[in-house]
């Protein structure tokens, strides 16, 4: 099994938030003599700039598109979700979450996403770390139960979100669950992985040969991804697409 390096609304999310000066790489240097450069992937996209899921490190960074001047519009307008970019940028890093980037000089688009994603995320309206987004095909459906009122939460449940490809009855639900043990009565076999830095539990059942969840406890919150009416050929045909939301994951957060 793959080791996953990993962390609804849909929507255009704030770009700037509450962030202290930016911080040079390295003292006395005039970093407008040099360009530093980040690889990752297309997270999610604002009026003034986007989310970029940083390839090395699996962290976010919010780059700013301002400083393009005229280029600005012509850069915003060829970005797409899931896409493979390269930024350049002169080094300074403002120290917030996400680290926000002010100063690039270009980005270079380095694969367009094929197949087209989807940006998904949900957060509680009571709990503010209590958030999950993921990027999946732009062709999957989803649907989201959500149980913000207390009184309305189901066996501790704050919310659930189903994604399923078309034309398939197979899916993949995410849960976040109250600081609970979740017993899984039928576990045959148990391997660990990590989600957005977070230690996993993969549990099959009935000696299946894929898995039927995944559980990450993150001190606050206990997170769930089960599979429902999912047999060996649904993952024959969908479970390198699980594999790939899997890797975009992010958990806790509402950035």
């Given at each position: 099994?793959?080791k996953?390096?990993?962390s609804?609304i ?9 962030c ?24 999610s ?31 915003m ?75 309305a ?33 039928e ?23 894929n ?44 950035y």
């Open positions: 099994m793959k996953w390096m990993i609804l849909l929507l255009s999310i704030a770009l700037f938030s509450g202290s000066d930016a911080i040079e790489p390295e003292e006395n240097i005039d970093t407008t003599e040099y360009e530093y450069m980040l690889n990752g992937k297309i997270y996209i604002g009026d003034n700039g986007f989310y970029l899921l940083e390839e090395e490190t699996n962290s976010l960074r919010d780059i700013s598109c301002n400083g393009l001047t005229d280029q600005k519009n012509v850069v307008a060829n970005l797409s979700v899931g896409d493979s970019a390269c930024v350049t940028y002169n080094g300074e890093v403002a120290e917030c979450y996400p680290e926000r980037i002010d100063h690039i000089y270009s980005v270079e688009i380095l694969e367009k996403a094929d197949p087209a994603l989807q940006y998904i995320r949900y957060v509680t309206d009571d709990m503010t770390d209590n958030a999950i987004s993921f990027l999946m095909p732009a062709s999957w459906n989803y649907s989201i139960e959500s149980y913000d009122d207390p009184a939460r189901l066996d501790t449940c704050y919310y659930c979100i189903t994604v399923m490809p078309q034309d398939s009855d197979g899916s993949l639900v995410f849960a976040a669950y109250m600081q609970t043990s979740i017993c899984d009565t576990v045959t076999a148990t391997e660990e992985c990590t989600l957005d830095g977070y230690d996993a539990n993969v549990h099959y059942f009935n000696n299946e040969a898995w039927g969840d995944i559980t990450i406890d993150t001190g606050d919150v206990t997170y769930m991804i089960y599979t429902q009416n999912i047999d060996d050929t649904w993952w024959e045909s969908y479970g390198n697409k699980v594999n790939d939301i899997l890797d975009t994951i992010m958990l806790c957060f509402a």
